[in-house]
């Protein structure tokens, strides 16, 4: 087993999830396609779950790990050490990611409820009687239209993107503990002794 492709293997997969989660953030700031004033958006999207934790804090280990497991860098173990401790920042990133996005889903968006004045509706909802079991409270929000089903939507998205990325880092700093340990691909250390 070649700790290195495996680390170029993650590393492959983080690209498109960091990105796929800084434009889910990003559409959080345009509820329905419109353009709201700043204080008409959502408190959890000003958190930037998305742009920093499960999107910049996935391309440092993402392009790490690709350096690391290029080819011929199987041995390299200080660069397997380096995954190490980027992947556990990707891992704090996407975990941070998934918390404020299930707060952000609990807690549901600001809107308005049909007087003009931005309310968050559903903050003091019970367990029981929360909005996301009981889609017919989501009429509640007027404007802008649709931005319940817009937050859960994205704030979903972004719930997902994040767990995946945690556990892909966590699973690359397994892999880079084993990189570290051991060194090189089994198979090439072979080659590489029947040669001489």
């Known amino acids: 087993m070649c700790t290195g492709k495996c680390a170029k293997c993650i590393g492959k997969l983080l690209f498109p999830l960091g990105i796929c989660a800084i434009v889910a953030n990003l559409l959080l700031y345009f509820p329905n396609g419109n353009i709201p004033e700043m204080e008409q958006i959502t408190d959890f ?3 930037f779950h998305g742009i920093v934790g499960a999107g910049l804090f996935a391309f440092l280990p993402a392009f790490m ?4 497991g290029g080819e011929g860098c199987c041995a390299n173990r200080c660069g397997m050490f380096l995954t190490i401790l980027l992947s556990a920042l990707g891992a704090i990133g996407g975990a941070y990611c998934v918390v404020i996005s299930a707060m ?11 007087d003009g004045e931005y309310i968050y509706p559903f903050r003091n909802d019970t367990d029981e009687d929360n909005y996301l079991f009981h889609h017919d409270t989501w009429s509640l929000c007027k404007k802008p239209e649709n931005v319940v089903l817009w937050n ?6 972004l719930l997902g993107i994040g767990a995946i990325e945690t556990v892909l880092c966590l699973v690359q700093v397994i ?8 060194g090189t691909c089994l198979r090439k250390r ?4 029947t040669e001489e």
């Open 45 to 47: 999207v000003w958190f």
């Open 65 to 68: 790990m690709l350096g690391a």
């Open 104 to 114: 952000g889903l609990v807690r549901g968006p600001l809107c308005d409820t049909g």
């Open 152 to 157: 859960v939507v994205l704030f979903s998205i």
């Open 175 to 182: 892999n880079g503990v084993i990189g570290v340990i051991c």
């Open 190 to 193: 072979k080659i590489n002794t």
